[in-house]
């Protein structure tokens, strides 16, 4: 299916392990980015990719590690879970350049860090 | 530091009214803005987006108003719909990144 999709939408998790969320999209896109939603701080931009092995830091990167081998995919991973990590985890794309500069978000990775 | 701001964490409107969402933000750089709208359990939807050159864009139902010298912008809707009811984030981008800053969204309640 043509889309934007992120593996699980459901993680539960302990203290200390290591954890690996999925985001892989079809359009190749440019552009792909992984952020977190809390309550009262909205989005949050963890890590960018511009294109295929390149990446940079967003606003709250400690604690997650990315790649990008391949334009469609973006794994997030989380190297030692720790509770402040539980959140919403959505991964997002876009073209680089275009008519207007929007993101086609993923349903989201709820994962919880027990 | 929050560069772009939603003060009102949640508002309800009648059936039929203008919705009026708004969004401050303080990064002079930001040339295009973005309203995402977020249904529970699913990813933001874009909704309607302005330009920096402009000060209004209308869809159907939905206008974004900028005012720069303000450094605000709203996003109107009107009439509003039950199925209006919605997180809407404000989103703004400034020229040399492709990345957008959210704010920290408004939940709207449309009631019958």
């Known amino acids: 299916d043509a889309g934007i999709t992120q593996s699980p939408r459901y993680k539960i998790t302990e203290t200390g392990r290591q954890v690996t969320l999925m985001c892989h999209q079809t359009w190749s896109h440019s552009y792909m980015f992984w952020y977190r939603q809390d309550l009262g701080h909205g989005l949050r931009l963890i890590y960018y990719?511009?294109?295929?092995?390149?990446?940079d830091k967003g606003e709250v990167p400690d604690g997650y590690v990315v790649s990008r081998s391949k334009t469609e995919n973006f794994p997030l991973t989380l190297e030692s879970a720790t509770r402040s990590q539980t959140s919403v985890y959505f991964c997002?794309?876009?073209?680089?350049?275009?008519?207007?500069?929007?993101?086609?978000f993923g349903s989201g990775t709820r994962l919880t860090v027990v | 530091d929050q560069q772009v701001k939603q003060n009102s964490p949640s508002l309800s409107v009648q059936e039929g009214r203008i919705s009026i969402l708004n969004c401050d933000y303080t990064?002079?750089?930001?040339?295009?803005f973005l309203w995402y709208k977020k249904y529970p359990a699913e990813g933001p939807t874009f909704l309607i987006s302005i330009s920096s050159i402009k000060d209004k864009n209308e869809d159907g139902r939905f206008t974004v108003f900028l005012n720069k010298s303000a450094k605000h912008l709203s996003l109107h809707i009107v009439p509003s719909q039950p199925g209006d009811s919605a997180v809407y984030f404000c989103?703004?981008?400034?020229?040399?990144?492709?990345?957008?800053?959210f704010g920290t969204g408004t939940r709207l309640q449309v009631t019958l």
């Open positions: 997002a794309s876009s073209e680089s350049g275009g008519r207007y500069y929007g993101y086609t």
């Open positions: 990064n002079s750089m930001f040339d295009y």
């Open positions: 989103a703004a981008r400034s020229g040399t990144a492709s990345k957008l800053t």
């Open positions: 990719s511009a294109a295929a092995d390149i990446t």
